[in-house]
């Protein structure tokens, strides 16, 4: 199994974790219990209090429930503002993350080069990554605001425990940190460390000379009139000596 291929199906595997995580941030919203506080009384009968980040719940023994949005947004609480900002933020950086990874996977093959993939799934990824810490942010201050409220003897009001939006929405942020990362590890190692030869201005590489169809034709009639000459040489002085021959025997 060469590299690309365990890198191929590591992606698979961490877009499987990225999209899970998305979904998990994404049920949080309708999720009803962030908070819940259970107050019994002197009858038997009791009531359970919880809300989210958008409404108010109470329901008793009986199972009956009522829901009640809260009525202004302006009379909230900066910090309830901030933990809505932040984890809508996260919900759009992770939809355009999948996107980007379903673009720039070796896998999908919708891309370009592979420098160009590499580049798209590195964005990708940090879309994960950057998502992924906006939820845990906003997940894990809400928590601490209910737990510091929780322990604080000077708080007169109706205490709440941390319920289980919260939770499922820590398990969610950490599925998107953690496909993120690896996303931006992988593709990022791909994508910038791939660098192109550059060759020096003043260096010229070496050249072959290769003769071309006029140069052989040059050379072949060179090569007959060589041959021609040295015929021709031949010839005079065969003729010089068959003539020194014959005046030797006259002389003689």
Same mark, same amino acid.
């Given at each position: 199994?060469?590299?690309?291929?365990?890198?191929?199906?590591?992606?698979?595997?961490?877009?499987?974790?990225?999209?899970?995580?998305?979904?998990?941030?994404?049920?949080?919203?309708?999720?009803?219990?962030?908070?819940?506080?259970?107050?019994?009384?002197?009858?038997?009968?009791?009531?359970?209090?919880?809300?989210?980040?958008?409404?108010?719940?109470?329901?008793?023994?009986?199972?009956?429930?009522?829901?009640?949005?809260?009525?202004?947004?302006?009379?909230?609480?900066?910090?309830?503002?901030?933990?809505?900002?932040?984890?809508?933020?996260?919900?759009?950086?992770?939809?355009?993350?999948?996107? =980007? /990874?379903?673009? $720039?996977?070796?896998?999908?093959?919708?891309? @370009?080069? *592979?420098?160009? !993939?590499? +580049?798209?799934?590195?964005?990708?990824?940090?879309?994960?990554?950057?998502?992924?810490?906006?939820?845990?942010?906003?997940?894990?201050?809400?928590?601490?605001?209910?737990?510091?409220?929780?322990?604080?003897?000077?708080?007169?009001?109706?205490?709440?425990?941390?319920?289980?939006?919260?939770?499922?929405?820590?398990?969610?942020?950490?599925? =998107? /940190?953690?496909? $993120?990362?690896?996303?931006?590890?992988?593709? @990022?190692? *791909?994508?910038? !460390?791939? +660098?192109?030869?550059?060759?020096?201005?003043?260096?010229?590489?070496?050249?072959?000379?290769?003769?071309?169809?006029?140069?052989?034709?040059?050379?072949?009639?060179?090569?007959?009139?060589?041959?021609?000459?040295?015929?021709?040489?031949?010839?005079?002085?065969?003729?010089?000596?068959?003539?020194?021959?014959?005046?030797?025997?006259?002389?003689?």
């Amino acid at each position: 199994m060469g590299y690309r291929t365990v890198v191929m199906y590591t992606e698979i595997g961490c877009f499987v974790v990225c999209v899970a995580g998305w979904i998990l941030v994404c049920s949080t919203q309708p999720t009803e219990i962030w908070t819940w506080s259970e107050v019994s009384s002197i009858v038997i009968t009791s009531g359970n209090y919880y809300s989210n980040l958008w409404k108010d719940c109470v329901s008793d023994s009986t199972g009956a429930s009522d829901c009640k949005e809260i009525p202004s947004l302006m009379a909230l609480n900066w910090d309830i503002h901030m933990c809505r900002a932040l984890i809508i933020i996260s919900i759009i950086l992770a939809f355009f993350g999948s996107i =980007l /990874v379903l673009v $720039g996977m070796k896998c999908t093959k919708i891309g @370009g080069s *592979e420098i160009t !993939n590499a +580049k798209v799934t590195f964005a990708g990824g940090m879309n994960y990554l950057i998502g992924g810490m906006c939820a845990m942010v906003a997940f894990s201050y809400y928590a601490n605001k209910i737990r510091s409220e929780f322990h604080d003897p000077y708080y007169n009001q109706q205490k709440f425990e941390i319920g289980v939006g919260v939770f499922i929405g820590w398990g969610g942020s950490t599925l =998107l /940190v953690s496909g $993120g990362l690896i996303y931006s590890v992988l593709a @990022g190692r *791909e994508a910038f !460390n791939s +660098k192109p030869e550059k060759y020096s201005t003043t260096r010229y590489p070496d050249y072959t000379f290769v003769p071309s169809r006029r140069s052989y034709a040059s050379s072949a009639r060179t090569e007959i009139t060589g041959t021609r000459k040295s015929r021709g040489s031949s010839r005079s002085s065969i003729s010089a000596i068959s003539s020194t021959t014959k005046q030797t025997p006259s002389n003689a």
